[in-house]
């Protein structure tokens, strides 16, 4: 039941943060589809969440947060190599995002077959 509370909690947040974003004029398409493939990944669907990921990267190429949360979405599909690429990208558009460079580094270390 606990789990079920954080999810309607995340999932009202989520929605309300929309709500104001559309208010104050709106989220890119980008943004929509980023957020599309968020609450996607959220109800288990990876690959619907990557492919909604993926059009929000064809929109902004330098849209780090889509390329983080495909990564994500990568990893919880055990596509470690696509996951490293995509946190890869994310270190290359914000060489300061430390959790993207532990990310990446604890990925390496745990799959060292990764390493180039």
């Keep these: 039941m606990n ?8 999932l009202a947040v989520t929605a309300l943060a929309m709500m104001v974003l559309l208010a104050c004029g709106g989220l890119s398409e980008a943004e929509e589809y980023n957020n599309q493939g968020v609450d996607f990944a959220d109800s288990g ?14 929109l902004d190429r330098d849209y780090a947060m889509a390329y983080n949360n495909r990564g994500q979405a990568y990893y919880s599909l055990e596509q470690y190599d696509k996951a490293l690429v995509d946190i890869t990208r994310v270190i290359e558009l914000d060489p ?4 993207a460079i532990e990310i990446r580094e ?6 060292p077959e990764l390493k180039e």
């Design 106 to 111: 604890w990925l390496l270390q745990e799959h």
């Design 3 to 10: 789990n079920m509370l954080m999810r309607n909690t995340k």
């Design 45 to 58: 669907d990876f690959e619907t969440a990557i492919a909604s990921y993926s059009t929000a990267i064809e």
């Design 96 to 99: 300061n995002d430390k959790e």
